[in-house]
């Protein structure tokens, strides 16, 4: 077996690296505050994230994806009981940006939640 220690690695044709054409890392992924001011905590290739109403949030990519295609993974978290039943939905994909729809399970109502976190998987442009 082969050992390969490396503090970076680069896909000499730009982007993500790959392994058999498999990406190795998310292509963009974040956390953030969504009540209130929405505010980005930590993120990779997200610009912003627009408020675009009660539980509704577009996450903006800093590079484009190559297409949308891409695959989305959403969830929420709460620090008061009162958001538990929260969950998360993303569609409306485009190349520079996707749509967080949060809804209250028990009603099925938007509803803001107090941290959104969000991993992307797909080929950047």
């Known amino acids: 077996m082969s050992l390969i220690k490396a503090n970076d690695i680069t896909n000499v044709a730009g982007g993500i690296p790959t392994v058999n054409s498999q990406y190795l890392i998310p292509t963009a992924w974040a956390s953030f505050q969504s009540s209130g001011t929405v505010a980005i905590q930590d993120s990779e290739n997200i610009s912003s994230i627009t408020d675009s109403g009660t539980g509704l949030y577009k996450p903006n990519f800093t590079t484009t994806m190559a297409n949308t295609n891409y695959a989305m993974a959403v969830t929420t978290s709460s620090t008061s009981g009162a ?39 797909g080929g950047q442009a």
Request: hydrophobic fraction near 35%.
């Open 83 to 121: 958001h538990n039943d929260n969950t998360c939905i993303a569609y409306s994909r485009s190349t520079s940006q996707f749509t967080i729809i949060a809804l209250r399970a028990s009603t099925g109502a938007t509803t803001d939640c107090n941290q959104v976190y969000f991993v992307v998987m």
